[in-house]
Structure formats: C-alpha cells, structure tokens
C-alpha cells in the first residue's frame, strides 16, 4: 500500500536554531496535513497544502507541486513549546489518508 | 484549533469486555473518521461516515467493532469484546468532505487499556 516515510525519527535542538522534517511518498499524493501532537494526545493541524508552501509564524511547509512526492516543514528559531511529536498524513488519489511514523522533536534551552 | 470532542478521556477494561468511546464531530462537518494510534505511532484507520452512512471500513472492524454515527446524537465506536492489542489511543476526526482534499481536524482521543 501507500508509504509515507518521515525523517528523521527524532530531532533533539537547541532553543532559537532552525531545522526541517520531511515526509517522502511512495506514490502522487493529493494533499498533505501536518501534525503536532502534544503530551496529552492531542493531534493539532498545523498546515493543510494541496499544493505550494505556507507559513504560519516560525513554522513553514511546502509541498512539492510538480511530483506531488514529497513535503517538508521547516522550523525557525526553535522555542520549547515546539517540542512535541510531529506527523505528516497525505491523501492519495483515492483519498486514502497516510500518516508518516513521527517525528520527536525535543528543544532544550 | 479543533472542536471535535471525544469521551472518555481514558478507558480500562478487561478481556473480552466491551470498550465504548464517543466522538461529536465540529459542527457542519458531515465526515467522520475513526483512527487507531498504536504506542509504535502508527495510525490505523478504521471506519469513516459521511452523515448516518458508512463509506469505507477495514476488516478488522467490520468483524470486531461496532460503530454508529446518528443524527442529532455523538458518533460512537465500541469494540465487542476488548483483546490485550486492542490498547491504543482511539482518534476522532471530522471534515467537510470525503470525496475532496479537505482538512481533518482531530479530537483529543479515547486512550483504552485492556488488561
């Protein structure tokens, strides 16, 4: 079936230093959604991109429009309440929602 | 950021018993998705409904699970008879669409132990 391959697993910064995620598809994808999900399990939507890139704050992310194969977020100047677990979920053509397997990202001070 | 709903917060049961969990989506969202997220992060998805009516489910739930989502009432999910694998946090979410690229926003989740 559909994979979507998150990278890396775990991400350890330093308060104020930037970093990417990635999220690579097997397969043309329709749209992307990435996710935060804090201590308690909730999984917050911070981007929805059918194609192109959006940001919000220090927070960006794009998706590739051409192959539709491939989607990144990109993190500035990091701050602890960014630490938390990041996912990707993409929908394919038959509007099949993929998650990637996580991404933990710890900032210290 | 979401308004979907999900109760209870923690569920613990024991073998063969059942284990029911509710989800009320946001309001004018006539999609709802069921996913379990296992303590490996991989997400599963279970069952979705558009309105009243299910569109797609897997195996396992059309077998194991029992899962509504009528009108003017929260959804539920409920698994017949709860097995040791079935721990997992149980997600809820809804959407504008199924049958269009739409963004999901998801509930807090339903965390169930079996023992």
């Known amino acids: 079936g559909d994979q979507v391959e998150q990278s890396p697993s775990a991400l350890s910064l330093h308060e104020g230093t930037d970093s990417a995620l990635r999220c690579n598809f097997t397969?043309?994808?329709?749209?992307v959604q990435w996710f935060r999900q804090n201590s308690r399990g909730s999984l917050i939507s911070l981007f929805y991109?059918?194609?192109?890139t959006k940001e919000n704050g220090r927070l960006k992310s794009a998706f590739d429009s051409k192959e539709r194969r491939y989607s990144t977020l990109h993190i500035r100047d990091a701050q602890l309440e960014d630490s938390g677990t990041y996912f990707c979920?993409?929908?394919?053509?038959?509007?099949?929602?993929?998650f990637g397997t996580g991404t933990s990202l710890l900032v210290d001070p | 950021n979401s308004k979907v709903i999900q109760t209870p917060r923690y569920l613990v049961k024991g073998q063969g018993q059942k284990a029911k969990m509710r989800c009320i989506p946001e309001?004018?969202?006539?999609?709802v998705f069921w996913y379990q997220q296992n303590k490996n992060n991989e997400f599963k998805f279970l069952i979705n409904?558009?309105?009243?009516?299910?569109?797609?489910q897997i195996d396992m739930t059309e077998k194991r699970f029992s899962a509504e989502c009528p009108s003017n009432s929260p959804c539920s999910l409920e698994i017949q008879s709860s097995e040791a694998g079935d721990s997992a946090l149980y997600l809820c979410?809804?959407?504008?669409?199924?049958?269009?690229?739409?963004?999901?926003?998801f509930g807090s989740g339903t965390r169930l132990t079996v023992l």
């Open positions: 397969t043309t994808m329709r749209s």
């Open positions: 991109l059918a194609s192109g």
């Open positions: 979920a993409a929908l394919n053509m038959g509007y099949k929602l993929t």
């Open positions: 979410a809804s959407s504008l669409s199924s049958t269009s690229a739409e963004t999901l926003y």
């Open positions: 409904f558009q309105n009243q009516e299910v569109l797609q």
């Open positions: 309001k004018g969202h006539p999609v």
